[in-house]
């Protein structure tokens, strides 16, 4: 039985290229995502290029549903053997730390840490039985660099990549990668860029574009030699 992958949070920008990336490698496909139409297109765009794809419609932010949510994964593919975790909509923004209350932090918790710790939890225990498995999730440089003016996600990221360098060390000697991309750029194609551009926003301005198949690649690099906790792409200087 081949290998999948299930790509939450898979939209037209970093989803699409690390499904296709995974795609060339004979992985079969999971597709997570809110809209039912972007999923049909990105499986029919997946399936003429020779790939094997299902959509699964799911709201992220909904942290109680995930086992229920990974169950009807398991139900069409009988496995899950990486977890590519990076959903971020046009509707989550950077909010200077001046201005970061209570309630701008308990927005971003359920999708950006309380989420992707649950899905660990449910696939954890078929890859501990199996010797095998992967978690690769995507974050913002801001995560690990702090900036003015761009809060609000950064502190919950930064969590959540706390989280991540821990899970790498406890899970190794069990055969089990645990894998983080920081991101230091809009990626193109991607919801949030177009949001970006739409809305003129001064303080992403200054942040390069990067096209989402640097990323897959990136990351296809990360799980195959499983020899690093993160990477940062683009690289500084």
């Known amino acids: ?39 049909d297109a990105l499986v029919e765009e997946l399936g003429g290029d020779g790939v094997e794809a299902a959509g699964f419609t799911a709201d992220l932010s909904r942290t109680a549903e995930v086992p229920e949510l990974v169950a009807r ?24 730390a001046a201005r970061v209350d ?65 899970l790498n060390g406890e899970l190794a000697d069990a055969g089990i990668y645990a894998g983080t991309l920081s991101v230091g750029a809009m990626i193109a194609r991607s919801e949030a860029s177009e949001t970006v551009a739409a809305e003129e926003l001064e303080s992403l301005a200054e942040f390069p574009v990067v096209d989402p198949d640097e990323l897959a690649e990136q990351y296809w690099e990360m799980y195959t030699g499983r020899d690093e906790v993160e990477r940062v792409h683009p690289q500084a200087g």
């Open 102 to 166: 209570a309630a701008v932090l308990e927005k971003s918790l359920p999708l950006f840490l309380l989420t992707p710790v649950e899905v660990v939890r449910a696939v954890l225990p078929e890859w501990t039985e199996r010797g095998d498995g992967a978690f690769l999730m995507t974050t913002g440089v801001t995560a690990i660099h702090p900036r003015p003016g761009l809060s609000g996600l950064g502190p919950v990221a930064a969590a959540a990549r706390n989280y991540l360098h821990s």
């Open 1 to 39: 039985m081949s290998q999948v992958i299930a790509v939450f949070g898979a939209g037209t920008g970093l989803g699409a290229s690390v499904a296709r990336r995974f795609g060339r490698e004979g992985f079969r496909v999971a597709l997570v995502a809110r809209r039912k139409e972007r999923l």
């Open 73 to 96: 994964i398991r139900d069409r593919f009988g496995r899950i053997d990486v977890v590519e975790y990076g959903p971020l909509g046009g509707e989550h923004s950077f909010t200077p």
